[in-house]
Structure formats: C-alpha cells, structure tokens
C-alpha cells in the first residue's frame, strides 16, 4: 500500500552498513557431492576479499553462484541487500552490468581484436558506438601498461601476461562497482604474477570496486587482500586480515599456508 514510501526510504537511508555482497548459508550439490556445506560470508563495499582453497573445493563454484551461473541448492546471496537468487533474468542483468569479471586463463575471444575484446560490454552491453568504445578500449588497456599498438593485435598474437593484462583491462572497462578475478596468476611466472597483482591493485583501488578474488597462491592472496577467507570442506573455516592469517594458530589455514603435505587437510588424490 504505501509503496511509494519504501521507495523513498530506500533512497535516504545510507547503505554504508549493508554489505556490498552477503552470502547466507549456501549449499551446493553435485550428484553425490557435497561441493558447497553452509557458505557464509560478507564483503563489504569497497573491500578486497581473496577466498583460498585447495584445487576442487568449490571456489569457482561460489563465483558462480554470486554470478548467477550455477543455482545454489539452497541459502541467500544478497548484492547491495538484494536478493539475486529470486530475481527475475532481466533483473539479473541489471546487477550483473555491475560486475566485472576476469576469468581463470582470460578467457579472451579468439575471433575479436584486443580492443574489440576490452570493448565487448561496452558494445554488447550498452551498445555504445564503435568510435567511443574503442577510445575506452586503448585508455584501459593504457592502466594496465598496453600501448595503443595492441589494440589491433588478436589474442594469437598475446604472450600468457599479455593476455592476463587484456583480460584485466576488460574487466574494468565498464567500470564496474564488483570485479571478480578468478585465479589470475595461475600459469603466469612469479615475476609476472606480481605485475598482475600490483596491477589488480592499482585497477580496483582507482575503480573504488569491491573485489572479490579466488587463488591459490598465497603471494597473490597477500598482495590483493584486505581480508583472507580459507574455504575448506564447503565453509568458510576462517577469515581475516593479511596480518592476522600471519599470526593464526588455525592447523587448516597453518597448513595451506605453509604448502605442507602434512597436517588436518587431506588432499584426495582424485582432485
Ligand atoms: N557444473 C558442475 N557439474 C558437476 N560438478 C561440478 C561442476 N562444477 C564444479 N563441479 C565440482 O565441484 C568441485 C569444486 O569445483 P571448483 O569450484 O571448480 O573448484 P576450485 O576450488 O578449484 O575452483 C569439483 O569437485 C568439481 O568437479
Ligand atoms: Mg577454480
């Protein structure tokens, strides 16, 4: 009855306090497995989220329901305090203009120049002109250290961290308030690796985005973080600062730190 009330009230009430997203008791099942056991976790806006996790633990798999890809069994995924989960696709595709994503190997169009690649929302999405788009193009391409000489090149023609840099300049092109990196310095070596780090960096701190990023590897993990959540056997097992994760006496997170072979984790060899 008094919708146009809400209405307005949404709009004054600041929303500092809502997390940017929320995921409440999230399960996911595949067949016979348990991928997902009770998820929760809160990112705040503005906030660098880096979920680790052994290979197979159901990192991508939370990406991807946040994304809308997968559904969850069961449980709620909350975006600016929206649930995404019943939301009709056309309002989906409201939140998901939000989000930019850079995909585990880059996941580049083969068939699309560079720029036509780091334009693709922009063309797609909002359908905006060639002339402009490919201006858009070679200034991210330009943030994340690409001359405009590239811009024509195809994906082909890419080293492995040239790829991750396009693949990057993409994912910010619509500047967007969410970015996903899914693994971004797997396959790169460790001097490249840090290229790419500093550059997620630099890229979402000029954004003002909230990212959420899904490795592996713990030197990435402590350059992008502001906070560390360990998802292990489905749950978030623990979650904390750079800092904190230094000092924790958790023998699940100590391992995963440490690379050891030994300790609570048992590392299915089918995995
Ligand atoms: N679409 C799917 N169908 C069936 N099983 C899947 C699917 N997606 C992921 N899985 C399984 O879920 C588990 C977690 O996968 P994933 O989230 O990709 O792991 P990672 O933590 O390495 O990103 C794996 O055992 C994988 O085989
Ligand atoms: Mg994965």
Same mark, same amino acid.
């Given at each position: 009855?008094?919708?146009?009330?809400?209405?307005?009230?949404?709009?004054?009430?600041?929303?500092?306090?809502?997390?940017?997203?929320?995921?409440?008791?999230? #399960?996911?099942?595949?067949?016979?497995?348990?991928?997902?056991?009770?998820?929760?976790?809160?990112?705040?806006?503005?906030?660098?989220?880096?979920?680790?996790?052994?290979?197979?633990?159901?990192?991508?798999?939370?990406?991807?329901?946040?994304?809308?890809?997968?559904?969850?069994?069961?449980?709620?995924?909350?975006?600016?305090?929206?649930?995404?989960?019943?939301?009709?696709?056309?309002?989906?595709?409201?939140?998901?203009?939000?989000?930019?994503?850079?995909?585990?190997?880059?996941?580049?169009?083969?068939?699309?120049?560079?720029?036509?690649?780091?334009?693709?929302?922009?063309?797609?999405?909002?359908?905006?002109?060639?002339?402009?788009?490919?201006?858009?193009?070679?200034?991210?391409?330009?943030?994340?250290?690409?001359?405009?000489?590239?811009?024509?090149? #195809?994906?082909?023609?890419?080293?492995?961290?040239?790829?991750?840099?396009?693949?990057?300049?993409?994912?910010?092109?619509?500047?967007?308030?969410?970015?996903?990196?899914?693994?971004?310095?797997?396959?790169?070596?460790?001097?490249?690796?840090?290229?790419?780090?500093?550059?997620?960096?630099?890229?979402?701190?000029?954004?003002?985005?909230?990212?959420?990023?899904?490795?592996?590897?713990?030197?990435?993990?402590?350059?992008?973080?502001?906070?560390?959540?360990?998802? #292990?056997?489905?749950?978030?097992?623990?979650?904390?600062?750079?800092?904190?994760?230094?000092?924790?006496?958790?023998? #699940?997170?100590?391992?995963?730190?440490?690379?050891?072979?030994?300790?609570?984790?048992?590392?299915?060899?089918?995995?």
């Amino acid at each position: 009855m008094f919708s146009f009330l809400k209405k307005s009230t949404k709009k004054t009430i600041p929303n500092g306090h809502v997390p940017k997203i929320k995921m409440t008791g999230v #399960y996911k099942t595949f067949g016979e497995k348990n991928v997902l056991n009770g998820v929760d976790l809160e990112i705040k806006k503005g906030e660098s989220l880096v979920i680790i996790g052994g290979s197979g633990t159901g990192k991508s798999v939370t990406l991807k329901c946040i994304l809308g890809l997968l559904s969850p069994d069961k449980g709620s995924i909350k975006i600016d305090g929206e649930d995404v989960l019943n939301m009709s696709p056309h309002e989906r595709e409201r939140i998901n203009k939000q989000i930019g994503m850079l995909f585990q190997g880059a996941a580049l169009f083969d068939s699309m120049s560079v720029w036509e690649n780091v334009a693709f929302g922009l063309l797609q999405g909002q359908k905006m002109r060639k002339k402009a788009a490919r201006a858009i193009a070679i200034e991210k391409l330009a943030q994340v250290g690409l001359t405009e000489d590239v811009a024509d090149m #195809y994906p082909a023609d890419l080293s492995g961290g040239m790829k991750k840099r396009v693949g990057l300049a993409r994912a910010i092109a619509t500047n967007p308030e969410i970015i996903f990196f899914d693994e971004p310095t797997t396959g790169l070596d460790p001097i490249m690796s840090d290229v790419i780090n500093d550059l997620i960096v630099s890229c979402v701190k000029k954004l003002g985005a909230t990212a959420l990023t899904i490795t592996h590897d713990m030197a990435s993990a402590r350059k992008i973080a502001d906070r560390i959540a360990m998802l #292990y056997e489905g749950k978030i097992i623990w979650i904390g600062t750079v800092k904190e994760i230094e000092k924790t006496t958790n023998p #699940y997170v100590r391992q995963f730190i440490a690379g050891s072979a030994t300790g609570p984790i048992h590392i299915s060899a089918k995995e």
